[in-house]
């Protein structure tokens, strides 16, 4: 089973810093059923390509119980050593560990910049539709080289020669791989429980929360297991403030009865901003375009801007409003703007309300400061919304560990004492009023699951 990986970034020898493996020695790990060798069969300034061989063996998999068919001799006789599995996915895990989580102490502007890559697995399991690795990796950035391998007298295989090239950040694209090969398998070698959906999260947390196919992903990585995959599902609804297509219906009631929570925020947004009279608004943060595609719907809303600091997040927002099918009527009305919200920017001025829907969580606290600032300061609408989670309500979710956040993104997650003093602080400082509202149910112990505060700015700012 081989895996290669090869970038022309200059010099292209950096690779070996950002994958912690020296060009010049070839590694041997041992792994579950196995033994993984690391090596460099090029390692050159103008380019350099690290390769990772996972030899397997047979007989110690039946012993641990990882034959892969029901039949006594395909228990000895299968494809596991051979092709592209979990057990890659595990390899990669284990031998790059460091790499996968982004970290390069000798060169980490390197780690946070995209690369030109170049990926090949020769032998890659492929159990679904024939466009299903497209599907998977093109929302990614790749673009996608996937010839299926011919079996002599039978026709096609399941199985692909893929290869994969893009300008990626190195950690991003090995999280793709630790994620994606088990899901386009549709198995694992091992048993999933509980601690997956951890994994799962962790290695998606800049990319699956918005992929078109992250229903299938999380059912796939998690095997179906019902339990983990609505626990996942939640999560990242929570993430991109979209519904999961699958989630459990008793999940749906216990969080709330009359519709999901994303629908029921959304929802509590638009009512407010035609209630304060607001028809320029400007969604900060706006992630994969939920509440901007309520917003382009209600010709009520005239100038509608959507900012987000992610580029990834905007082509995405791009693609799911079908931006290029949009009458140029309904185009007029939407811009989408790259910008960072704790740096203050001029083109958010001028409009009557800005909308922060789940979007402080993720900010960093010591950070929070600059954000109201580019914000209520500079920005300065005549109406702010933020909704951010309630933590005293997480006990309410199914699923969700005590003392972990509703995303592995989030920074922190505020009770209501400690929002509305953060609110009210600002609402001080920048010259706003500011009332709070509940989204969602408003539990006599915990309080709603979203809480909401609408800032009004007053006649004189300070």
Known sequence: MLFTLTTTHRPATDLGFLLHKHPGKVQTFEVAAGTAHVFYPQAEEHQCTVGLLLELDPIELVRRGRENTAFSLGRYVNDRPYVASSMLAVALGKVFRTALGGRCESRPELAATPIPLAIHLPAVPCHGPADLVTRLFEPLGWTVDARPIPMTGWGDSPYLDLRLTGTLRLAEALNHLYVLLPVLDNAKHYWVSEDEVEKLLRAGDTWLAEHPERDLVSRRYLRHHRGLVTAALTRLAEADDTEPAELDNALQEAVVPSEPLAVARRHTILALLKEIGARQVVDLGCGGGALLRELLRDLHFTRILGVDVSARALAGAERRLQLDRMSEHVADRLTLRQSALTYVDGELRGFDAAVLMEVVEHVDPPRLPALARAVFGGAAPGAVLVTTPNAEYNVRF?????????????????????????????????????????????????????????????EVAR
């Open 398 to 458: 199914p699923g969700l560990p005590a003392g972990q956040f509703r995303h592995p993104d989030h920074r922190f997650e505020w009770t209501r004492a400690e929002f509305r003093a953060w609110a009210q602080e600002v609402a001080q400082r920048y010259g706003y009023a500011v009332e709070f509202r509940p989204v969602g149910p408003d539990d006599p112990e915990v309080g709603p699951p979203t809480q909401l505060a609408l800032f009004r700015r007053t």
